[in-house]
């Protein structure tokens, strides 16, 4: 009878459907059971060897996103000096959101390499990629080689290592999960500013290809140490990874989550890979530039640790939307104004500090909707849902600009109201979060346990299930609209 009990616990977690039937009967029947057959239900180490990991995320984060960071740099040189004869500036622009799109197309790929390989072996292949296209890109001469290395090769490796690593750090952590989580974003924030920096100091001393071998040769060694040193806890906590889940599409509050990340990636990579250019535009040299682009990736590796440290006490979906709007408020009130290297520099800053709040918490917040154990699953999509608008938000902004006067203006306002757009999905997120609240009415410490769980709704109330409609839509939209307003920590 144990032997059927974990042959069908097996079955369900394969499946990617949460059910708690094995454990509850393991719990209720057949007294002569052995403690190993009753499941035991994971509890994170919140530290320990997570610290380790937290350290090693953060690592590959400053040499993959940080990495592609600053290729706000590389389009300045590439507009200024027409690198590559023949190639219009809305070529250029599609490199920089193509990398961000490879890596986020592959995402179900790299899922599956993680269910049959294992996390290690999976980031040696985006190690491997990464390098090759970093390599590849010294050698160019034509426009559509940069498209094949700088662009395809370099972002797909960079999805490997992405999706390999981005849910680690939720394993290990419990209550200081935001915090920790944030910690390691800001791997990315620091990586840019070191990179921003340092690109643009080697194009001008050593060449535009001796810069992207150092960059390869470098990000190659560190990536390979952190991949040495890093530890998953996926059977510890039967983490379910499932390339492409659609019973998901069924839960209105996982719309809500994708469209946050949709809207916040529109304004997010504007801003990326906007602001060098765009200090060129109001007479800043490229250094003053690159320097742009390194402030606001600074404001990004300082930010974030805030960002989550608040969210754990303020609540992770509040910090979310909140920070979300902040940057579109910014974007709106000092950006369109800022018309000085000082200004610049302040609105880098304060900006960056918010600008990337969806990477900070993406890990967190989407425990909050759909728990730890399909996370990863869930994860998968979104990567897919944010590929149009990491692809296609630059050359959007480069048409945006005119010939005359405020040439960047329209992109501005784009960029502020694509954040406020996504400010509202999480607001809607929230008043859902409230709802499910109220419904189970769940203590801080048991809500934890449940996100561990996600079964939530299930233990709470049986007839209720994340997986189907509890009520019919308009009742459900009444019952949210009150979440809209009700102050609680979500």
Known sequence: MSRDRSDESIEIERDGTVSFASEKT??????????????????PPDGGYGWVVVACVALINGHTWGLNSSYGVFLAHYLQYNTFPGATALEYAFIGGLSISMALIVSPLATICMRVYGTRVTLF??????????LGASWTNQIWQLFLSQGVAFGVG???????????????????????????????????????????????????????????????????ICTILVRDRNKAVGAVHIAFDVKLFKRIEFLLLIGWGFFSMLGYVVLLF?????????????????????VLNLGQGMGRPFVGYFSDAFGRINMAGTCTFLA??????????????????????????????????????????VGIK??????????????????????????????????????QIFTGFMYIGAALCAWFLRAWKVKELEEMNLSKEKREQEIRDNDAVLRARPDLSRHASRVSTTQSVKKATKGLWAWQRV
């Open 26 to 43: 393991a719990g209720t029947c057949d007294p002569d059971q052995t403690q190993e057959d009753v499941k035991i239900a994971d509890v």
């Open 125 to 134: 292949i985006g190690i491997a990629l990464q390098t090759a296209g970093l």
């Open 158 to 224: 960079m999805g490997f290592l992405f999706v390999a690593s981005v849910g680690l750090v939720p394993q290990w952590f419990d209550k200081k999960r935001s915090f920790a989580n944030s910690i390691a974003a800001a791997g990315s924030g620091i990586g840019g500013l070191v990179y921003s920096l340092a690109s643009n100091a080697m194009i001008q001393s050593i060449g535009l290809g001796w810069a992207f071998r150092v960059l390869a040769i470098l990000s190659c060694a560190v990536n390979i």
């Open 274 to 294: 906007s602001l060098p250019n765009y200090a060129r535009s109001i007479g800043l040299t490229a250094k003053q530039g690159s320097v742009i682009g390194a």
């Open 328 to 369: 579109g408020l910014f974007s709106l009130v000092i950006w369109i104004f800022a018309k000085s290297y000082g200004v610049l520099i302040f609105f880098a800053l304060i900006v960056g500090t918010v600008a990337g709040t969806f990477w900070a918490t993406i890990g967190p917040v989407g425990a909050e909707v």
């Open 374 to 411: 399909i996370l990863p699953s869930a994860l998968s999509i979104v990567w897919l849902a944010i590929v149009l608008p990491c692809t296609f938000s630059e050359p959007i902004a480069l048409e945006l600009r005119t010939t005359t006067g405020d040439i960047y203006l329209h992109a």
